[in-house]
Every structure is written in structure tokens, then in C-alpha cells.
Nanobody, 127 residues
Framework: QVQLVESGGGSVQAGGSLRLSCVVS????????MGWFRQAPGKEREFVAA????????AYADSVKGRSTISRDNAKNTVYLQMDSLKSEDTGVYYC????????????????????WGQGTQVTVSS
């Protein structure tokens, strides 16, 4: 049973920072491609960032590019999302997701690409 557990959410003022963490268990972490998504109230879940098996291969939504950094520590089975210069529009529930690597092209921004999901962690940014 693969489990993803997020932490690090909270309430911050605009301009502040948060670091989200997601610990994965139940599967060899190094074989999982990882992503972060978020869902604001009344809106669809949207892609935020993704990291491939290689720690140097990352991708970001335009809305967070330059303000966020995704990273992974395979020794700790953990993926991180560092978010800086937070804005009120960053408010939402942030979900960690994992995709079993099976080769081929990776549609990292598509939620349907991912096999496992965490329960989410709330991020609230006040202006």
C-alpha cells in the first residue's frame, strides 16, 4: 500500500514562504515521478510542479514559476515544495502525487497521469 503524507501547510501573510513536504511509503521512492497539485475553493485541481526521477528534471506552472522550487530526497523518501513570495491566489489545498515510472513520455501536468495521492495540506495566504 503506497501512502503519501503531506505536511508543512499553514497560514501566512502575502510575501511569506512555506515549505511543503511529502513523505512516501510502500514503494521504492526512486522509481516514482512526483508532482504537486493544488485546489482552491470552487476551482478545479491544478498542476503546480513536478520532478522526474532525476532531481535535475523539474517543471512548473507559469503561476508559480520563479517563486517555487520542487526537490526530492530519495534517501528520505520525501519530495518538497518550497514556496516563496506567496500571494493570496496561492491559497488552496496542496496535494502530493506519485506516478509509477513506466517509461515513455510523461504528461506531468495531467492529474490523470498520477497513480497515488496524498490527503492534502491547507495553505492560506492572507493579503
Amino acid at each position: 500500500q503506497v501512502q503519501l503524507v503531506e505536511s508543512g501547510g499553514g497560514s501566512v501573510q502575502a510575501g511569506g514562504s512555506l515549505r511543503l513536504s511529502c513523505v512516501v511509503s510502500g514503494r521504492t521512492f526512486s522509481t516514482l515521478r512526483m508532482g504537486w497539485f493544488r485546489q482552491a475553493p470552487g476551482k478545479e485541481r491544478e498542476f503546480v510542479a513536478a520532478i522526474n526521477l532525476s532531481i535535475t528534471s523539474t517543471a512548473y506552472a507559469d503561476s508559480v514559476k520563479g517563486r517555487s522550487t520542487i526537490s526530492r530526497d530519495n534517501a528520505k523518501n520525501t519530495v518538497y515544495l518550497q514556496m516563496d513570495s506567496l500571494k493570496s491566489e496561492d491559497t488552496g489545498v496542496y496535494y502530493c502525487a506519485a506516478d509509477r515510472y513506466q517509461g515513455g513520455r510523461w504528461s506531468f501536468s495531467s492529474s490523470g497521469e498520477y497513480d497515488y495521492w496524498g490527503q492534502g495540506t491547507q495553505v492560506t495566504v492572507s493579503s
